[in-house]
C-alpha cells in the first residue's frame, strides 16, 4: 500500500515543485548538473503514515500515535530548511523536539545496556539523554549520506526490511508495520530518484529527516523488545548488530567528523569527503557508487546477523576493521588516480623545456627595444615551432 500511495503521489508533488519554482539548483558542492524537485520527502511521509494507518489495527495506533505526531514535526523542519535554508540550531532544536516526544511522552527509549561495557540498567533520565542522543545521531546520519542519488532511500529500504523481518519474528504488529511501510514508500521513490527521467525527484531534507526520524524509533524499538522477544526473535550482540544494520550512515558520519576535527575544522562544515563523495571523484557514476555502498551495506547486515554468536565486543571491533580498511582503500585509490593525473600534466615539450633554459631575453639581449612579446615570438621562430 505504502508503494502504490508514494508511487502515485510523485508526478502531482513534482508538477507542483515546478509550479512553484522548488527546485534544488545545482551549485559547488552537489553532484547534479540539473534544477531537480527536492519535494520527495512529502510523498515518502505520505505513503508511509496513510499506510501505517490503515494497515495497522485500531488498537496499535494509540501505540504509534507519539511517532506520528515527531514525523510530523520533522516534515515541517525538513521543508523549511529545503525552502529557506534555516538555522543549524533551529533544525537542531527541531530534532530535539520530536526526538523528545516519542522518547519522554512516546516512552520509546534506550533503558539497559545488556552488558555493553559493563553495564545493565540505566537510570530513566540517563537512559532519556543518551536515547535522545541516539536520536540524533541516527537522524543526521542518513541525512548526511543523501549527496547521491538512491543511496539514503537505498540504506533506509535495507535497514527498513531487515527490522521489519525481526519484528514480525518477534510478534511487534505496529513496528512490522511501520517499518515495511517506510520501504514501501521508500521503493517508489528510489524508482523516480534514480531511473526515472522524466519526473526526477529529490528526497531533499524533509525526505532524509523522515527516513532518519523513523529508522531511530525502529532501532530503539529492535534494541529494547530483545528483552521481551520469544526465544527464536532473540537477537545475540544486538547493539552491535544494530551498529552493522546501519554501517553506512553511522560509520560514514563518525569518519568524516573525525577528518573534520583532525583538520581544525566544525564537524559540522560541509565539504566532499563523505565515502561517496570518494566513489564518484574515482569515476563511478552515481548508479555505481550507490549500488557499491548498498552492497557494503547488505554485507555488513549478513554478516552481523550471522556473527551475532561472537561478542558484541568482537563483532563491533570486526564492523570497524573492515569499513576503515573499505574506506582507506578508496581514499587511497582515489590519491593514486590523481597521482597519475598530475604526473601526466607535468611533461612539457622539448621547445618549452629549451625556452625555460635558454630566455629570449638572452638571444635579443642587444635589442633592448624590444617588447618581451615580440622577443619570444621571435624566439620560437628561430626554433621552428
Request: aromatic content about 12%; some cysteine.
Amino acid at each position: 500500500m505504502a508503494f502504490g500511495i508514494t508511487y502515485v503521489s510523485i508526478p502531482p508533488i513534482i508538477e507542483l515543485a515546478r509550479v512553484k519554482g522548488l527546485y534544488d539548483m545545482p551549485n559547488g558542492r552537489t553532484s547534479h548538473i540539473h534544477a531537480t524537485p527536492y519535494l520527495g520527502g512529502v510523498a515518502v511521509f505520505t505513503g508511509l503514515i496513510l499506510s501505517t494507518i490503515v494497515i495497522a489495527s485500531i488498537g496499535f495506533i494509540q501505540d504509534l500515535s507519539y511517532v506520528i505526531a515527531g514525523l510530523i514535526i520533522i516534515l515541517f523542519v525538513g521543508l523549511k530548511d529545503d525552502m529557506l535554508i534555516i538555522n543549524p540550531n533551529k533544525k537542531l532544536a527541531g530534532q530535539l523536539i520530536a526526538s523528545g516526544i516519542i522518547v519522554v511522552m512516546g516512552d520509546i527509549r534506550i533503558d539497559h545496556f545488556h552488558g555493553v561495557l559493563g553495564f545493565e540498567a540505566i537510570p530513566y533520565f540517563a537512559s532519556i539523554m543518551f536515547t535522545i542522543f541516539v536520536f540524533i545521531v541516527i537522524i543526521n546520519g542518513l541525512n548526511l549520506i543523501d549527496g547521491i542519488d538512491g543511496l539514503a532511500s537505498g540504506v533506509g529500504i535495507l535497514i527498513a526490511i531487515t527490522f521489519g523481518i525481526w519484528f514480525t519474528m518477534a510478534d511487534i504488529v505496529s513496528y512490522s508495520v511501520m517499518s515495511f511501510s517506510l520501504a514501501g514508500s521508500l521503493i517508489a521513490f528510489f524508482y523516480f530518484n534514480v531511473f526515472s527521467k522524466k519526473n526526477k525527484i529529490f528526497l531533499g531534507d524533509a525526505g532524509s529527516l523522515i527516513i532518519g526520524f523513523t529508522t531511530a524509533v525502529i532501532t530503539v524499538q529492535f534494541l529494547e523488545n530483545q528483552t521481551y522477544a520469544t526465544d527464536y526473535a532473540i537477537v545475540h550482540s544486538a547493539p552491535a548488530v544494530a551498529f552493522g544494520i546501519l554501517i553506512v550512515p553511522l560509520y560514514d558520519t563518525l569518519r568524516v567528523f573525525i577528518l573534520r576535527i583532525s583538520q581544525g575544522r566544525s564537524p559540522f562544515s560541509a565539504d566532499r569527503q563523505h565515502i561517496h563523495h570518494v566513489l564518484l571523484d574515482l569515476g563511478f557514476s552515481h548508479l555505481r557508487a550507490t549500488m557499491i555502498l548498498l552492497s557494503s551495506n547488505l554485507f555488513f547486515i549478513i554478516l552481523s546477523i550471522s556473527l551475532q554468536k561472537i561478542g558484541y565486543m568482537n563483532l563491533i571491533i570486526l564492523q570497524l576493521f573492515l569499513a576503515t580498511v573499505s574506506s582507506f582503500l578508496a581514499v587511497w585509490l582515489l590519491k593514486r588516480k590523481r597521482n597519475k593525473v598530475f604526473s601526466r600534466k607535468q611533461p612539457e615539450s622539448k621547445h618549452v623545456e629549451l625556452f625555460k633554459s635558454t630566455p629570449a631575453d638572452v638571444c635579443f639581449e642587444n635589442d633592448k627595444k624590444l617588447s618581451d612579446k615580440t622577443k619570444k615570438m621571435r624566439f620560437l621562430k628561430i626554433l621552428n615551432v
